[in-house]
């Protein structure tokens, strides 16, 4: 079993940054992909960014793509999203997850195994 542990939520302005983390402890720890999503009300959630563990590959949406950088430091076990320059559509739960294979589609919920618990991220004036 995998246990994935947010951090570094909050609530900021219009054009701040924040950076989330999500450290993983359990099992010997060897996933495949590592991503961000998020939810916000009334909406589906939806893929924010993957980072492929070994390689380090990364893709991003197309929302987020240079605004936010996603990164892992594997001898923490610990997975970060970097969010620069914040618009007020950015404002949801957002969720670390982790796929134990290449299982399907990255940037699909279905495919990742484990789930954080969610850290709430707002942009308001």
């Known amino acids: 079993q995998v246990q994935l542990v947010e951090s570094g939520g909050g609530l900021v302005q219009p054009g701040d940054s924040l950076r989330l983390s999500c450290a993983a402890s359990?099992?010997?720890?060897?996933?495949?992909?590592m991503g961000w999503f998020r939810q916000a009300p009334g909406r589906e959630r939806e893929f924010v960014a993957r980072i492929r563990w070994s390689g380090g590959f990364t893709f991003y949406a197309v929302s987020v793509k240079d605004r936010f950088t996603i990164s892992r430091d594997k001898d923490k076990n610990t997975v970060y999203l970097q969010m620069n320059g914040l618009k007020p559509e950015d404002t949801a739960i957002y969720y670390c997850?982790?796929?134990?294979?290449?299982?399907?589609?990255?940037?699909?919920?279905?495919?990742?195994?484990?789930w954080g618990q969610g850290s709430q991220v707002t942009v308001s004036s």
């Open positions: 359990g099992r010997t720890f060897a996933p495949y992909d």
């Open positions: 997850a982790l796929a134990d294979s290449h299982s399907g589609p990255y940037n699909s919920p279905k495919t990742y195994d484990y």
